[in-house]
């Protein structure tokens, strides 16, 4: 391609009315998976082309997996991946479509996450991505370098492999848009669209009328409608047909991928890929109007000013039709987004992040340490939610899924029919009876394990505990004692942690050994962690106890969204015994009921509700408030003059303890079990919630401050 034919423009050839069909692919990627990843890509464009598309767009940085992390800074990842588009390329499927497909590119020692527009075998550029995701999840400027040159291109030198098949030695890199013979297309990634001057917008005054988002974007309860809401911003301003490609599944990592890849023109949705499928490949076409595009264009004055007055983009030609050789064929009909409920989001997210990690981990299924309260119900409820997705894509046709399943259960002949038979193979609970355990939790945890269909076991780990208190008896030569026996707080302490010790260390021997069990030496089973997310942030749990796991399908989720989930559950998969755990208040049965019949509960505990955890986290992690200004925040949201009516003194000492006690147990944060990210206040320390782990307890200049602020509150409330 010459330098020259970049610069050049031409007129939009225009008829009465110019439809185009585009597909949009949701693909279940796995970082490294490179093979894998690409059979999925040349699926997804053989599929799309069957359907009659012109265009295909894909996700962020598909040939590779998005979450590669530090993989990228090896040279084997942006060479692999490049590989991976030589074997599309070679393929033959790019032929007749025009295909958007996410690559890493290292150019002058500096790699880009950029987008390679493909044609016919030609490669005719690489958009990189000028604005990267810095936040929460994402440290994007770790491994990229955002594209800082406003619409200008530069040359880049094809490797030797894709020299020879495309007959090409350099191919511009840079930001521009591509213009063929009867329209022009434009592509933003992922963050760019939320960014506040999205790229978008500028591509849209410049003439783009199709615009392409290869996106990755991450679960989180509710994320979708604020996606939607994004193109829309883009769409209703300056109309355009908007191709949002989302992936799916988990890709190796905490975050959840949730699909829903959309395909919207002007202001209304065309088409949207489902959320949570297990289908590995989903082509989502459309027959978008172009005409349509232009008449809403067309009527809005200032944009036409503004166009006028806008940079233009460098442009590369491409000759090809966009438009359909069908005039009699219908534009596709508008339809309404698709929004789960809150309670339909946390059966299926999770559960698709455990299929995908049981899949690809090569394990036999799940063993999880089963309490009868609520939040290991929750995840073995989740287990149950999983086996009904995996037999209704069995049902529906899906031959991977039933691969996948037959290679878990060791049976290449099974096909599973009922959710509580296969939850009967791949999931096992045991309820491991302590000296404070009840009949009521013991009964629960069984009734429920038999409603999900898990085979479930009950182990005494009574005797453990009295030999750890024996052999404590023998080195210090006196008896540790609960509390309500004489004892002191740090002997209570201790005794209820050895219990979760224990638990945790049973856990994984039953797990290892399970198979063994069944006259099977073949394999394993992942623990299943179900500490929520409330107790993290409150740092109320043991380190290393049961709730150190292989993975925690709950542990981004707060105590509110599973009582949501379970009620949901009890109704939708008659687990009906969810709801008398609902009722009761949760404990940890750590501590024996005291001689005045006193039990253990976990908000007394904690000096927390489990409401009032959740709104503290999020005012600590998505407000970023510290002590002072989040007994501020408090005031006015719990407040004397509120409908709560808290009194400051109240909160004053809620705010200390609240920092007092995630101070002590910030350490215990480094060593959370990795969970699927679910909510926006998650105190993962590995990725999403940088902190240091050693910090001063006291509190003292900020505890001072706050004493002189509820002072002056106190005064004012009088």
């Not at 292989?550 to 559950?569: M, Q, S, T, V």
Request: proline share 4%; aromatic share 10%.
């Amino acid at each position: 391609m010459k330098h020259a034919e970049r610069s050049q423009e031409r007129d939009i050839v225009t008829s009465p009315t110019v439809k185009t069909r585009v597909a949009v692919s949701t693909l279940n990627q796995w970082a490294l998976d490179f093979e894998g990843n690409r059979d999925r890509i040349i699926e997804s464009i053989k599929q799309a082309k069957e359907q009659g598309a012109k265009m295909r767009v894909g996700s962020e940085l598909e040939t590779t997996g998005y979450s590669c992390e530090d993989h990228f800074l090896e040279s084997d990842t942006t060479d692999l991946a490049f590989d991976v588009l030589a074997d599309i390329i070679e393929s033959g499927v790019t032929d007749d479509i025009f295909c958007v497909i996410g690559v890493p590119v290292m150019h002058e020692g500096a790699r880009y996450n950029c987008d390679a527009y493909v044609l016919n075998g030609t490669i005719y550029g690489f958009k990189a991505k000028k604005h990267l995701a810095n936040d929460g999840n994402y440290y994007e400027p770790r491994w990229f370098t955002a594209w800082s040159k406003d619409r200008e291109l530069e040359d880049f030198i094809l490797p030797p492999r894709l020299e020879r098949l495309t007959k090409q030695k350099i191919v511009p890199i840079g930001d521009f848009v591509i213009q063929t013979n009867d329209t022009i297309l434009g592509s933003e990634k992922c963050e760019e669209m939320f960014v506040p001057n999205n790229p978008g917008i500028d591509m849209a005054l410049d003439g783009v009328e199709i615009f392409a988002n290869g996106s990755d974007s991450h679960w989180e309860v509710g994320k979708l409608q604020n996606r939607v809401r994004k193109i829309f911003r883009t769409t209703e301003s300056s109309g355009g047909i908007y191709i949002y490609a989302n992936s799916v599944g988990g890709d190796g990592g905490r975050m959840l991928k949730d699909g829903s890849s959309l395909i919207i023109q002007n202001n209304t949705v065309l088409a949207q890929a489902p959320q949570f499928t297990l289908d590995t490949v989903t082509s989502t076409v459309a027959t978008a109007n172009l005409t349509a595009v232009r008449s809403y264009r067309s009527v809005a004055g200032s944009a036409r000013v503004q166009a006028d007055k806008s940079k233009s983009y460098p442009r590369i030609l491409v000759p090809f039709d966009m438009g359909l050789e069908a005039p009699t064929e219908l534009p596709t009909e508008p339809v309404e987004p698709i929004f789960l409920t809150r309670a339909e989001e946390i059966a299926k997210g999770p559960a698709l992040w455990m299929w995908d990690y049981l899949r690809r981990s090569g394990a036999s299924g799940f063993f999880l340490p089963l309490s009868g309260g609520l939040d290991s119900g929750s995840v073995n409820a989740l287990v149950g939610s999983m086996c009904h997705m995996v037999i209704d894509a069995v049902q529906e046709g899906n031959k991977e899924v039933l691969a996948d399943i037959r290679r878990i259960v060791a049976d290449e002949d099974y096909i599973p029919t009922d959710p509580r038979e296969l939850a009967g193979r791949i999931s096992v609970t045991c309820y491991m009876k302590g000296p404070a355990s009840s009949g009521k939790t013991e009964s629960r945890a069984a009734m429920l394990a038999r409603e999900v269909g898990s085979d479930h076991f009950v182990a005494d780990i009574e005797p453990m505990v009295r030999e750890f208190r024996e052999t404590m008896r023998k080195i210090f030569g006196w008896e540790l004692r609960f509390e309500h026996e004489g004892g002191t707080r740090a002997e209570d302490l201790a005794l209820q942690n050895i219990q979760a010790r224990v638990r945790m260390a049973l856990a994984y021997l039953q797990a290892q050994t399970y198979r063994v069990s069944k006259g099977r030496n073949d394999n394993f089973l992942l623990v299943l962690g179900s500490a929520n997310v409330d107790e993290a942030n409150r740092g109320y749990f043991t380190k290393y106890d049961c709730s150190s796991a292989d993975i925690n399908p709950i542990g981004g989720l707060a105590k509110k969204d599973l009582r949501i989930f379970a009620e949901y559950a009890a109704e939708k998969f008659a687990y009906t015994t969810l709801k008398g755990i609902i009722a009761d208040k949760p404990t940890a049965e750590l501590r024996p009921d005291s001689p005045d019949g006193h039990q253990q509960t976990d908000e007394e505990d904690m000096g927390f509700t489990y409401d009032e955890l959740g709104e503290v986290a999020s005012l600590r992690k998505e407000e970023r408030l510290g002590p002072v200004s989040m007994f501020q925040r408090l005031v006015e949201l719990w407040g004397p003059h509120t409908e709560k009516g808290m009194s400051i003194e109240a909160i004053e000492n809620k705010v200390k303890y609240f920092h007092v006690m995630y101070a002590i147990n910030r350490h215990k944060l480094t060593t959370l079990t990795p969970a699927v990210h679910a909510v926006g206040y998650s105190p993962d320390d590995n990725r999403f919630d940088q902190r240091p782990f050693l910090i001063p307890k006291n509190w003292s200049y900020q505890f001072k401050k706050i004493d002189r602020l509820a002072r002056e509150y106190e005064k004012d409330f009088r």
